[in-house]
């Protein structure tokens, strides 16, 4: 098998437009996951502060538990 060693204009020009497509398709993807970086970045202190205040409802939710209990014992006398 042999190829011959002409090179057309529209070879070469499908050649460029794809390579411009890959080049734009890497770009704008390289944008999402900078905005992706960002919003994650900025939403890490938030998720940090929801997990304390869970940990400090369940320690609440604790201590009510124990008085209710204290008070149905103080009624049941």
Do not use: H, Y
């Not at 900078?34 to 609440?60: D, F, G, I, N």
């Amino acid at each position: 098998m042999r190829i011959q060693g002409k090179v057309t204009v529209a070879l070469v020009l499908a050649v460029l437009v794809q390579a411009g497509g890959a080049a734009f398709w890497a770009g704008a993807a390289a944008e999402r996951i900078s905005a992706l970086e960002a919003a994650a970045a900025t939403s890490r202190p938030v998720a940090e502060r929801l997990a304390r205040l869970e940990a400090e409802m369940a320690a609440v939710r604790a201590q009510l538990d124990r008085m209710e209990r204290r008070l149905e014992a103080e009624n049941a006398r």
